[in-house]
Nanobody, 118 residues
């Protein structure tokens, strides 16, 4: 059984910062890509950022230059540093990871709410 647990969401004013964390636990052989997605009610879940085990990253155009994804492979953890937050960043943020147990599968966290409002 693999679990992803996110933390770090909350309420922040426009221009502020938040740091999200996601820890993977359970019977893990290897973790490949890790990433963050976000969803607002009535919309699809959208990619925010991904990072491969070697450190290569990819970002949605809307967050480039403001958000930074990183990971600690020794602690099975992925982070999302969010700076310059805007009201349109308000969403539930979900952690995702491709993990071998040894069967390879995609796993999701439960989500953490990020609200950007004055």
């Amino acid at each position: 059984q693999v679990q992803l647990v996110e933390s770090g969401g909350g309420l922040v004013q426009p221009g502020g910062s938040l740091r999200l964390s996601c820890v993977a636990s359970g019977r893990i052989f290897n973790i490949y890509t890790m990433g963050w997605y976000r969803q607002v009610p009535g919309n699809a879940r959208d990619l925010v950022a991904t990072i491969i085990s070697g450190g290569g990253t990819d970002y949605a155009d809307s967050v480039k230059g403001r958000f930074t994804i990183s990971r600690d492979n020794g602690k099975n953890t992925v982070f999302l540093q969010m700076n310059g937050l805007k009201p349109e960043d308000t969403a539930v943020y979900y952690c995702n990871a491709r993990i071998s147990t040894p069967t390879i599968g995609d796993y999701w966290g439960q989500g953490t709410q990020v609200t950007v409002s004055s």
